[in-house]
C-alpha cells in the first residue's frame, strides 16, 4: 500500500516538498538526497531529479548506500554486479561508473577536485552523503523517535515517516543477493511503523480512524498477527463488535492458509474479551472528543511546518487551556509557556512575541509567585517588548503586554526594616494595571478587560484596608464575565468577592461566593478552584469551631496542596494557619505534621507540639520569627530580630503578617515597630487580620491597634 506523497506531488516528484523544506529553513545550500525507499534516486538541492544513466550505475549506487558510509572494495562491487564471471573489463567499468556518478551528484565539482560525496578510499569507493540525506536513515530515526514520544507526537511522526515510501524498498535491484538482506529489514521496519502508527491512534481514542489502514495491512500480509489483534481492537472501539469477531474468524482462517498455525494465545484471548465486553477493552474517558482531538492534533502536525510561527502561538494558547487544569498540568504550562515566549523573543518580531505573552491571560488569585525567577523573566521580557512594539502595532497588544507585567509582578517585600519608614507597593506594576486597564476600556474588549481587570486586583494591596475596593473589583469581573461567556474569569471574580467578604466579616457573602465558584468549576472543569474552597471553609471553621475541630479542617486543606502544581501557596502555609489559630487561642504551636517532636532539653515544647525551629516555615519566616522567639523566652533575640525584619510585601497576607509583628513588638516592648504597625493597619480596623487572603486569620483588626494603643499610651 503505497501513497503519494503529503505535498501532492507524484512518487517521482519532489520540488514541492523541497520548497516547502526550504521555506522551513531545513534547505540552506546545495546538497544531494537519496531515495532507496522504491526506485533508486536522488535528487539535487531544488529537488529535481539527477540523472543516473542506465542500471549499472543505479546498482553500484545502491551497493554503496546498502554500505551505509563504509568502504566497498572494487573487488566486491565487481563481484555483486557480474557475480562469478565478470568480463575482463569489470574493473575499468566499474570506474567509469563511480566516474559518472559522480559527475551527475555534483555536477559543479571543478576538474581534478576531490569528491565530496563519492569518495574513494583504500581499495574501493564509499558514498558519504549527509546523516538526513538518505530517506531510509531519515525513517529509522523517525521510527525510533517515535518510540518515546506521547501518541499524538508519535502517530503524526510516524505518518510523515511512512509517506517516505514510494514503493518496495531498493525497487530495481530486488533481485541482487546483496540488497536482500537491507530489503527484508526496511520492509519489516516499515510493517512496524505501520502497526505503531495504529497503536498510538488507538491510544489516542482515534479507533475509527485506525480501520481502514488496519484493514488493508492485514489484507496485504495476513500472517502479521500483531496487525489482526489491533484490527479486531480498533473494530471493537468504534462500536463493531460483530465485525471484530469477524475479524478474528478471517484472522484464524488466513493464517492457517498461509503459516499452518492457529492464532495465538494474544489473539484467542482478545476474542473471548471482544464476547464477554472486558472492561479494559472500553477507549476510555476520551470517547468520540479523545477522537476529534486525535485527528485534529495530527491533522495540524501535518499542515503546519515544525518551525512556523504559528506554532509558537498555539503552543502559548494550548499551554493557556493546559494551565488550569491542575497539578502537573500547571506547572508544564509554566515551563513550556517560558520556552514558547524565549523562542518568540528571539524570531526579533515584537509583535509575534506580544502575542505569545498576551495569550496566556490565566486568571491568577494568589499574590505569592510560584516561580518568582521565572516571572520575573517574564516581565522582563514583556518590558523589553513594549519597548519594541512598532508605532503602528495594536493598542490589544500593549495592553495584553501591560496586563501580564501588573499580573505577574506579585507582592515583593519593600525595602529598609520594620522600624523604618513605610514602604510603598511596586509602583510600576500598578501604572500597568492602570494603563491595560484604560486600553481595554476604550476597545470595549471584554476578555481584554477581564485580564487587566485581573492586574487591577493583583496590584491592590498597596496599603492595608483595601478589602471594599477589591470586592468592587471582583463584581465587575463576575459581571463582565458573565455577560460575556468567561468562565474562568467568573471563577475569579467569586474568589475575589469571597476574599474581600472574608476579610470584611461576611461570612454569609463569602459563603455564597464560594458556592458559585464550586459550581462554575465543577461545570467548566476547573479543579484549583476547590484548593481555594477547601481553604475558605477552614477559615470559617477556625472561626465558628473549637481549635481541635479548626486544626483537623487545615489539615484537610493542606492536602489538596499536594501535587496542586502551587509551590507559592503550598510551602509553610499550614504551620502560618495554625500558628494564627493557635495566637488567638492563647495556645502553644501545635505540631504542623512536618517533622517529629523536637528532641528533649531545655527547651523542648509540651508533649504533642514541635518546636517552631523545627518547622518549614517557607517565605514567612522572617515575620513569625521574632513572636516565636518571644513565645521561648528568648526575648533579646526576638527584639534583634524583629529590628532587622524587612516589611512584609503588598500581599493577601499583608495585615496577618503585620499582626504577627505587632504582637512580637508587644512582649518586647519595641515601641517603634509599634508606631509602625498602628500607622500601617490603621485603614484596616473593620477588616478581619488576614482573611482577605480567604485562607487564615489572627482576628479583628481592630483588638490588634486597641492593643498597641494602650501599650503605646502607657509610660
Known amino acids: 500500500m503505497w501513497t503519494r506523497r503529503r505535498d501532492g506531488t507524484a512518487p517521482d516528484g519532489r520540488a514541492g516538498r523541497w520548497e516547502r523544506e526550504r521555506a522551513e529553513g531545513r534547505h540552506t545550500g546545495v546538497e544531494v538526497e537519496f531515495g532507496v525507499l522504491g526506485p533508486v534516486a536522488a535528487w539535487d538541492g531544488a529537488g529535481g531529479a539527477l540523472p543516473l544513466k542506465g542500471p549499472r550505475h543505479r546498482a553500484v549506487l545502491a551497493r554503496l548506500l546498502v554500505a551505509r558510509r563504509r568502504v566497498v572494495p572494487v573487488p566486491r562491487l565487481v563481484a555483486d554486479l557480474w557475480g562469478t564471471r565478470p568480463p575482463g573489463d569489470a574493473v575499468s567499468a566499474v570506474r567509469t561508473f563511480v566516474a559518472a556518478l559522480r559527475r551527475a551528484l555534483e555536477p559543479d565539482r571543478p576538474p581534478r577536485a576531490p569528491s565530496r560525496l563519492l569518495v574513494t578510499e583504500g581499495p574501493g569507493y564509499a558514498l558519504r552523503p549527509a546523516p538526513g540525506a538518505v530517506d531510509a536513515w531519515r525513517f529509522e530515526r523517525a521510527v525510533e523517535a517515535a518510540e518515546e514520544l506521547p501518541p499524538a507526537r508519535a502517530a503524526a511522526r510516524l505518518a510523515a515517516a511512512l509517506d517516505l515510501w514510494r514503493g518496495p524498498a531498493y525497487a530495481d535491484v530486488a533481485e541482487e543477493p546483496w540488497a536482500r538482506g537491507e530489503r527484508s529489514r526496511l520492509a519489516e521496519l516499515r510493517l512496524g511503523a505501520v502497526e505503531s502508527r495504529a497503536a498510538a491512534r488507538l491510544a489516542l481514542g482515534a479507533a475509527a480512524e485506525a480501520v481502514p489502514d488496519l484493514e488493508a495491512h492485514v489484507t496485504e500480509h495476513p500472517w502479521r498477527e500483531d496487525a489482526w489483534r489491533l484490527l479486531v481492537l480498533a473494530l471493537y472501539r468504534s462500536g463493531r463488535q460483530a465485525d471484530a469477531l469477524s475479524a478474528v474468524r478471517r484472522a484464524r482462517r488466513l493464517l492457517g492458509e498461509h503459516l499452518g498455525v492457529d492464532p495465538g494465545p494474544r489473539l484467542r484471548a482478545l476474542e473471548a474479551d471482544v464476547l464477554r465486553h472486558a472492561d479494559h477493552l472500553d477507549p476510555g474517558p476520551g470517547g468520540p472528543a479523545a477522537q476529534v482531538w486525535a485527528e485534529a492534533a495530527a491533522a495540524y502536525e501535518r499542515a503546519v511546518p515544525a518551525r512556523a510561527r504559528a506554532h509558537l502561538e498555539s503552543t502559548a494558547g494550548l499551554m493557556r487551556e493546559l494551565a488550569v487544569t491542575g497539578g502537573s498540568g500547571l506547572e508544564a504550562a509554566r515551563l513550556h509557556r517560558t520556552a514558547a515566549v524565549a523562542a518568540a523573543e528571539r524570531t526579533g518580531d515584537p509583535e509575534l512575541t506580544a502575542r505569545v505573552i498576551g495569550v496566556h491571560d490565566v486568571p491568577a488569585i494568589w499574590t505569592r509567585g510560584d516561580d518568582p525567577a521565572r516571572a520575573g523573566q517574564l516581565v522582563r521580557t514583556a518590558e523589553r517588548t513594549l519597548r519594541r512594539l512598532p508605532p503602528d502595532a495594536p493598542d490589544a497588544a500593549r495592553a495584553r503586554l501591560l496586563a501580564t507585567i501588573a499580573v505577574e509582578t506579585r507582592g515583593p517585600s519593600p525595602a529598609g ?227 532587622v525584619a524587612p516589611p512584609p510585601p503588598h500581599d493577601l497576607l499583608y495585615e496577618a503578617l503585620w499582626c504577627l509583628l505587632a504582637r512580637a513588638a508587644l512582649l518586647v516592648g519595641d515601641r517603634a515597630v509599634m508606631r509602625h504597625a498602628r500607622t500601617v493597619l490603621e485603614p484596616a480596623r473593620p477588616e478581619l487580620a488576614g482573611a482577605g487572603s480567604g485562607l487564615l486569620t489572627l482576628g479583628p483588626v481592630s483588638e490588634h491597634l486597641d492593643a498597641l494603643t494602650a501599650a503605646l499610651e502607657r509610660p
Do not use: K
Open 417 to 643: 526594616t520594620v522600624g523604618g519608614p513605610a514602604g510603598p507597593a511596586p509602583a510600576r506594576a500598578r501604572q500597568a494595571a492602570r494603563q491595560a486597564e484604560a486600553l481595554a476600556r476604550r476597545l470595549d474588549d471584554a476578555s481584554l478587560l477581564a485580564f487587566a481587570l485581573n492586574g487591577v486586583f493583583m496590584q491592590s494591596f498597596g496599603r492595608a484596608g483595601l478589602a471594599a475596593r477589591r470586592d468592587a473589583v471582583g463584581a465587575e469581573i463576575v459581571a463582565l464575565s458573565s455577560r460575556n461567556g468567561l468562565p474562568s474569569y467568573e471563577v475569579l471574580g467569586h474568589l475575589v468577592r469571597l476574599q474581600a467578604h472574608c476579610a470584611l466579616g461576611d461570612l454569609a457573602g463569602a459563603d455564597r461566593h464560594a458556592a458559585a465558584a464550586d459550581g462554575l468549576a465543577e461545570r467548566h472543569e476547573r479543579p484549583l478552584v476547590r484548593v481555594f474552597t477547601t481553604w475558605y471553609r477552614a477559615l470559617r471553621t477556625s472561626l465558628t469551631a473549637p481549635p481541635r475541630t479548626a486544626e483537623a479542617a487545615y489539615r484537610e486543606a493542606a492536602a489538596t496542596l499536594d501535587g496542586a502544581g502551587m509551590p507559592g501557596l503550598e510551602r509553610g502555609l499550614l504551620p502560618l494557619a495554625l500558628l494564627c489559630l493557635h495566637e488567638r487561642h492563647g495556645a502553644p504551636f501545635p505540631d504542623c505534621g512536618r517533622t517529629g517532636p523536637h528532641p528533649a532539653g531545655p527547651e523542648s515544647d509540651a508533649p504533642g507540639t514541635t518546636a517552631p525551629e523545627a518547622v518549614d516555615w517557607g517565605p514567612y519566616e522572617p515575620w513569625v520569627r521574632p513572636l516565636l522567639l518571644v513565645r521561648r523566652g528568648r526575648a533579646e533575640e526576638a527584639g534583634r530580630a524583629l529590628r
